[in-house]
């Protein structure tokens, strides 16, 4: 499973393009872990 780098959301399936909660494309954003869905912060 992979999440939204924009706002966290997890997709509805991996072969999803957009994400449905904030209709940012797949790849997008790096708010957020693809991996994990957690904020990412600085540090990181």
Do not use: L
Not at 16 to 24: D, N, Q, S, Y
């Amino acid at each position: 499973m992979y999440y939204c780098r924009n706002c966290g959301e997890p997709y509805a399936t991996d072969e999803a393009v957009i994400c449905v909660k904030c209709g940012t494309a797949k790849g997008m954003g790096a708010n957020y872990c693809r991996n994990c869905g957690n904020p990412i912060t600085e540090a990181d």
